[in-house]
């Protein structure tokens, strides 16, 4: 944890891009006929960053909040 805002800010960003790179790695893994079963987070935490991933789908780039 950190008190400055600078570093909190790109720890939340970090943890939003990665949640973004497995929605992905999820999305493609499916659409090829594969499965995925996390091993290292829970079934809750994995399904929260898919959904998190799919809401913010297609908001790449500088005007994103």
Known sequence: ???????????EHLIQASGRHLGAFYRALAASGGTYQPQYLS???FQKFLSSARGQ???HGRNRK
């Open 43 to 45: 079934e809750t935490e």
């Open 57 to 59: 789908h297609g908001q």
């Open 1 to 11: 944890q950190t008190q400055d805002p600078a570093e909190a800010q790109t720890a």
